[in-house]
């Protein structure tokens, strides 16, 4: 018996010398567990109430979403969840989703804050902050797949007497082309580097838009990174191009008044195009005459703005007679110039 409690008194101070060492015993024990470490029959629970949820939402099922839901997040977020449910499933209309991660919490009481941490050693890393209500929670980052621009489901739950239910439900975008924030920013700052301000200005604008899939709950790691260079590069742009630009290369001197990114989803021209918005004083009716200027512009773009036209399947531009604000859109011509995909 005294040989027993010896050995077991030493894997007792060997777990607590080895850091990340856990009892795998049931016990009520305190702690959290990540993907694969979390107890399987947990897992087999969630992974039930996860299909269900992404189901309803991607069916516009409002109802069966609002069953997965606990009481105060329908009292304090009902409507809400109503239009999200039917504006993210009219969006997006996926068939399939995979885990990103999943997490679980045991808290020795309710009403507990938890900090949670990816780990995947690189910049798509990231941390989820929340109050936790019940002293054991679920979290699962679910991400659709196949699509052009993926979405992300945050879904925490909360294990109640009656079993585990929704408190907390966050959906938004998570990557475009197969690419997420962080890698828009890596993009940037390699194009930056390049001296191609506008193809950067591109990227960071990429970024910005797919900064916060789960809004303020899930924070990427360089989060602070992604922020600085954004100011940074859309500074440099404003100091380098001043517009309204105009093409002086060209006869009739159109006006480039704006340009950024523009994602096309149609398969036929799929990616993620510049787009130069320019005033003209041909008139919008004269499609033939419009073309030819164009055909100037084009041959001038280059010059312009530096690795514009390089690497890229091609540029979109929209002509306008006058300068579009919020009260008067006004109408317009597009063109798109193919471009030859090729190093610079």
């Known amino acids: 018996m005294k040989k027993h409690l010896l050995i077991l008194l030493l894997v007792c101070?060997?777990?607590?010398?080895?850091?990340?060492?856990?009892?795998?015993?049931?016990?009520?024990?305190?702690?959290?567990?990540?993907?694969?470490?979390?107890?399987?029959?947990?897992?087999n629970e969630i992974d039930v109430l996860d299909k269900k949820l992404f189901k309803g939402i991607m069916?516009?099922?409002?109802?069966?979403v609002k069953?997965?839901?606990?009481?105060?997040?329908?009292?304090?977020?009902?409507?809400?969840?109503?239009?999200?449910?039917?504006?993210?499933?009219?969006?997006?209309k996926a068939k399939d989703y995979r885990l990103l991660d999943e997490f679980y919490c045991?808290?020795?009481?309710?009403?507990?804050?938890?900090?949670?941490?990816?780990?995947?050693?690189?910049?798509?890393?990231?941390?989820i902050e929340f109050l936790a209500l019940n002293k054991e929670t679920y979290v699962s980052v679910m991400v659709s797949t196949n699509l052009p621009v993926n979405c992300l489901i945050l879904a925490i739950y909360g294990k109640y007497e009656t079993g585990w239910k929704l408190n907390i439900l966050r959906i938004g975008e998570y990557?475009?082309?197969?690419?997420?924030?962080?890698?828009?920013y890596d993009l940037a700052v390699n194009q930056f580097t390049k001296g191609n301000i506008v193809d950067a200005v591109d990227m960071i604008v990429m970024a910005a838009r797919l900064a916060y899939p789960?809004?303020?709950?899930?924070?990427?790691k360089n989060d602070y990174e992604m922020k600085d260079t954004y100011s940074v590069?859309?500074?440099?742009?404003?100091?380098?191009y001043k517009l309204p630009y105009i093409i002086n290369e060209v006869k009739t001197k159109p006006a480039i008044f704006a340009i950024g990114p523009l994602f096309i989803s149609d398969p036929a021209n799929r990616g993620i195009f510049p787009l130069v918005r320019y005033q003209s004083s041909i008139p919008i009716s004269d499609t033939i005459a419009l073309k030819a200027e164009n055909q100037n512009v084009q041959k001038a773009i280059g010059g312009i703005f530096k690795g514009i036209d390089k690497n890229k399947y091609g540029i979109i531009y929209?002509?306008?007679?006058?300068?579009?604000?919020?009260?008067?859109?006004?109408?317009?011509?597009?063109?798109?110039?193919k471009l030859k995909y090729g190093k610079e």
């Open 13 to 43: 101070v060997v777990c607590a010398l080895l850091p990340g060492c856990y009892f795998n015993f049931n016990f009520n024990k305190v702690g959290t567990w990540r993907n694969k470490t979390i107890d399987e029959d947990v897992r």
């Open 59 to 64: 069916t516009q099922d409002v109802k069966a």
């Open 67 to 92: 069953k997965l839901m606990a009481e105060g997040l329908i009292k304090k977020k009902g409507k809400t969840v109503d239009s999200v449910v039917t504006e993210f499933g009219a969006l997006f």
């Open 106 to 127: 045991k808290s020795a009481t309710e009403n507990t804050n938890h900090v949670l941490q990816s780990d995947k050693e690189n910049n798509n890393d990231y941390k």
């Open 175 to 184: 990557s475009v082309m197969d690419q997420t924030a962080p890698e828009y």
């Open 214 to 220: 789960a809004g303020d709950y899930l924070i990427y």
């Open 233 to 240: 590069i859309l500074k440099d742009a404003g100091a380098k």
């Open 318 to 337: 929209d002509a306008y007679n006058s300068i579009p604000d919020s009260l008067t859109p006004g109408k317009y011509f597009t063109i798109l110039q």
